[in-house]
């Protein structure tokens, strides 16, 4: 986990307001690629933030633990789900029984993760037959807006907010069988909350308060030309990999 991961932290309020949650079809997807229903399932939810999927996953019916290393994100986690079992912890380290779950998920999150020590963790944790999910929200480059406000945050920091989760499934082990799905979708939200979601980004942590404010006062001039009513329908594809850990073997 790095420093850049854990800077989040000081903005757990901004996170979670701001932040999207996710489609419901990707917890359909969730469902179909691991081979069982999120009702009843044993879930663990490792790099659970402020608990943006952990409530999705707990309105489906799933059973859920977060992980969260962060006070502040922790925190903020407990206040909106206080009977969410919380451990204080990494994926590269986790404090969790030998299969003892069905479902592992990283939301956002297993980028921050050294796949060396993840990837073992992840499969000694997860029951014979469980699933590792992983998934991104990423800003949809194929909108005109979207691929303009990525270029000017490029620009600023040398790399952009949105990212790209594309590579982020590197470390999984080649002989690990994975799928992959894309879904996109929208969401409308006021400017000010689209502009809180863009100032929870990592990169604003690391130019500064100035630098920050002359931005986020740079972006809500350019979509106001775009979106002159003050809403503004951002535009994602959740980019999503799920691999399972192999059955157990039958052996005599």
Known sequence: MTDRAL???VV????????????????????????????????????????????LLRARGAEVTAVEPGPGMAARLRRTLPDTPLVRGFGDALPL???????????????????????????RV?????????????????????????????????????GSGGHRAEGLPDD????????????TVPLDLHLTNLGSHSLFRLIGEEATAACLAGERAELLKVFPDGFVEEA?????????????????
């Open 97 to 123: 029984a030998d299969a003892s779950v069905d479902l592992m998920t990283y939301a956002q999150s297993w980028h921050w993760t050294d796949p060396a020590r993840s990837v073992p963790e992840a499969l």
């Open 126 to 162: 997860l029951r014979p037959g469980g699933a590792l999910a992983l998934w991104w929200n990423v800003s949809d480059a194929d909108v005109p807006w979207v691929a303009a406000q990525d270029e000017r945050l490029r620009r600023l920091g040398g790399g952009g907010a949105h």
């Open 176 to 187: 690990l069988p994975r799928v992959r799905r894309e879904l996109r979708w929208t969401r």
């Open 7 to 9: 800077s989040f932290d």
């Open 12 to 55: 757990a309020d901004q996170y979670d307001s701001g932040r999207p949650g996710y489609p419901p079809a990707l917890f359909d997807a969730v469902e179909e690629l691991s081979g069982r229903p999120l009702q009843g399932a044993r879930v663990l939810d490792v790099g659970a933030g402020t608990g943006i999927a952990t409530r």
């Open 236 to 252: 994602y594809t959740v980019q999503l990999i799920v691999t399972l850990r192999p059955p157990a073997s039958s052996g005599n």
